[in-house]
T-cell receptor, first 111, second 115 residues
Framework: DAKTTQPNSMESNEEEPVHLPCNHS???????IHWYRQLPSQGPEYVIH???SNVNNRMASLAIAEDRKSSTLILHRATLRDAAVYYC????????????FGAGTRLFVKA | GAGVSQSPSNKVTEKGKDVELRCDPI?????LYWYRQSLGQGLEFLIY????????KSGLPSDRFSAERTGGSVSTLTIQRTQQEDSAVYLC?????????????FGEGSRLTVL
């Protein structure tokens, strides 16, 4: 199964942009890159996903490297409510598949 | 409800007892996952169901753990002869299709404490 690696933790100031990196050097051509976040005492929630092109939605942006071996989740203006654990995972586009989560990045946001 | 529902939300049991955890996925979702999350850790994959196919049980940590999914909907995770190291939050997720890897929808989890 393809794996992802992320920094254990990151810190940001409120109202500033945050760039959360993820490496997935063993990604295959059919793997989609997904990001989820987990707020304290809650189940993870979907943030964004992409395949090759950069993606934007109301929550965040996803920048994907040209070789697809890394990606960056961008929160344009961090708020205290964005303090969470962020998981970058790969989900295969064809056939049955299990989905493996790593340890994620714990984001701390300072007021 | 519209989301993934898990019950019980909290379960305290004594070592050696059996427990059952239930997951009601979103209606129409064909794929269902179970994960375990120990305190301060990431999500550990346990088992995956897709439609009528044989489940992928490769993440189950021991033969004390089993899961079934009846009628392609509700799933039950059973832990026999619980041990203290089984204490964790057990999360269930469902997704609508395998044609495209759509987003995973998670429940709030079942917190298991084994005394």
């Amino acid at each position: 199964d393809a794996k992802t690696t992320q920094p254990n933790s990151m810190e940001s100031n409120e109202e500033e942009p945050v760039h959360l990196p993820c490496n997935h050097s063993t990604i295959s051509g059919t793997d989609y890159i997904h990001w989820y976040r987990q707020l304290p005492s809650q189940g993870p929630e979907y943030v964004i996903h992409g395949l090759t092109s950069n993606v934007n939605n109301r929550m965040a942006s996803l920048a994907i490297a040209e070789d697809r071996k890394s990606s960056t989740l961008i929160l344009h203006r961090a708020t205290l409510r964005d303090a969470a654990v962020y998981y970058c995972i790969l989900r295969r586009g064809t056939g049955g598949f299990k989905t493996i989560f790593g340890a994620g990045t714990r984001l701390f946001v300072k007021a | 409800g519209a989301g993934v529902s898990q019950s019980p939300s909290n379960k305290v049991t004594e070592k050696g007892k059996d427990v059952e955890l239930r997951c009601d996925p979103i209606s129409g979702h064909t794929a269902l996952y179970w994960y375990r999350q120990s305190l301060g850790q990431g999500l550990e994959f346990l088992i995956y169901f897709q439609g009528n196919s044989a489940p992928d049980k490769s993440g189950l940590p021991s033969d004390r753990f089993s899961a079934e999914r009846t009628g392609g909907s509700v799933s039950t995770l059973t832990i026999q002869r619980t041990q203290q190291e089984d204490s964790a939050v057990y999360l269930c997720a469902s997704t609508p299709s395998t044609a495209l890897p759509g987003e995973l929808f998670f429940g709030e989890g079942s917190r298991l404490t084994v005394l």
